[in-house]
Nanobody
Framework: QVQLVESGGGKVQPGGSLTLSCEAR????????MIWYRQTPGGRREKVAG??????EYTDSMKRRFSVSNDYSRNTTYLQMTDLRPEDTAVYYC???????????????WGQGTQVTVSA
């Protein structure tokens, strides 16, 4: 069993900063990728940033304001967000693609989502 636990969301004023974290708990043999997504009310889930086999990737509109990092010793990924704008308001999800110890198979796992609200 693998569970992703997210934390760090909340309400912040425009121009403010937040750091989200996502920890994978369970029997993971190898992490292939850790990706952050977000979903606005009524919107589609969109990719924000992540680290995978192709290296670190960011969606263009967030590249200068968001930074992603990983702590592989803790199976944890972080999303640092600065200069937040009202349009960044969304539920943020982490996604891990990982290989499991017991089965040797690789699959996707999703966090429960954490709300980020940017409002004056």
């Amino acid at each position: 069993q693998v569970q992703l636990v997210e934390s760090g969301g909340g309400k912040v004023q425009p121009g403010g900063s937040l750091t989200l974290s996502c920890e994978a708990r369970g029997d993971i043999l190898e992490l292939h990728s850790m990706i952050w997504y977000r979903q606005t009310p009524g919107g589609r889930r969109e990719k924000v940033a992540g680290i995978g086999s192709a290296g670190t990737e960011y969606t263009d509109s967030m590249k200068r304001r968001f930074s992603v990092s990983n702590d592989y010793s803790r199976n944890t990924t972080y999303l640092q967000m600065t200069d937040l704008r009202p349009e960044d308001t969304a539920v943020y999800y982490c996604n891990f693609y990982a290989r499991l110890i017991h089965t040797g198979a690789s699959r996707d796992f999703w966090g429960q989502g954490t709300q980020v609200t940017v409002s004056a």
